[in-house]
């Protein structure tokens, strides 16, 4: 494709790296890494920089921001860096009245469930995020050619968090109102959709490079219930967001039996958890995409010789993939070991050389 063909594509210092080349499914010099979480509570210098600040308010800081972003990239050496923020900013950004709070997550003051709570959720505006603008400009003048990740909560893990007021493990409200007024919860994801998709085009029209849509908690439905109750609001926003032609990244945890449909509400491509090895997702996915994935988090708190043998183990099931962008199945756990991390990025460089 020409350059005068792409609608804005990705900033142009990135657009060779390893990174937007597998996602793109063109040859790779190596399979680029980069890890959910990443930047977080696994790295000393962000416990110390974040010293005396709350989440919500560090990632209004512009400055915090790009020091937490650019930490692991400076200490790992990873292909991608994702943007530090959160998946509730945005709705902060609008007024809802949340907080996340530490080792519990995000907490809802007024729950969602009835019509008159839907008054709580208004437009995004670009102005509404300002320090998000501020610290990509940052950021992609400090990255250089490393690929900046945007990223978003999808419509279903939004209203999960919105409805139960809370992390949840059974999602009973979420689904009582799914199945209980599909009215009201298709209005509810389409306003989710609609935020969601501006809060995606803010982090590309400042510099992102390619966009992740976090669907973490949609494992929790059968497909039939993906298909009619939320695949639309999650094919929205992706498709809100496919004239700028960046890489869309979708992921979820436990969505074994939704790979397929998640591929086709819009992803380029798709996030694999720990659970489907990634050549039987690339049969449930099917072809023209690209997979991301999937070392289970926890081996990298067994040994060196260990992480290494799964680590080949994914490699080997990736080996036909179209393309593939190396990650954990899901995000860092908080107390892992940071050089196992850093051997881990070196480990897949070297074994995949080409
Ligand atoms: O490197 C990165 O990925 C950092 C950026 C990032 C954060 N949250 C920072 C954060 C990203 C991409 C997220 C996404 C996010 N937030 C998701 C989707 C990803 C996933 O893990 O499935 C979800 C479901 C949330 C909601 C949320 N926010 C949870 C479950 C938590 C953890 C609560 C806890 O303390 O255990 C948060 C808080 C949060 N978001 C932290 C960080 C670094 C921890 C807060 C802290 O360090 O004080």
Redesign the pocket.
Known sequence: MSANERPQGPPSQTYDSAFLKACRREPVPHTPVW???????SLPE??KV?EGT??LE?CMRPDLVTE??MQ?VRRHGVDAA???????VPLKAIGVDLD???????VVAQPIRRREDLAQLRDLTPEDVAYVTEAIGMLTGELGGTPLIG?A?APF?LAS?LVEGG?SKNHEHTKALMYGDPQLWAELLDRLAEITSAFLKVQIEAGASAV?L?D??VGALAPADYRRSVMPASAKVLESVASYGVPRIH?G?GTGELLGLMGEAGADVVGVDYRVSLDEAARRVGPGKALQGNLDPAVLFSTPEAVEAKTDEVLAAAAGLEGHVFNLG???L?TTDPDALTRLVDYVHTRTQR
């Open positions: 890890f959910m979480r990443q930047a977080g509570r962000y416990r974040r709350a989440m560090s937490i972003t692991p994702i943007f530090f923020s959160d998946i509730v996340i709070k530490p080792g519990i997550g995000p990223f909560g893990t968090y992390p992740q976090f973490s908690w992921f945890v899901h995000g860092v908080p």
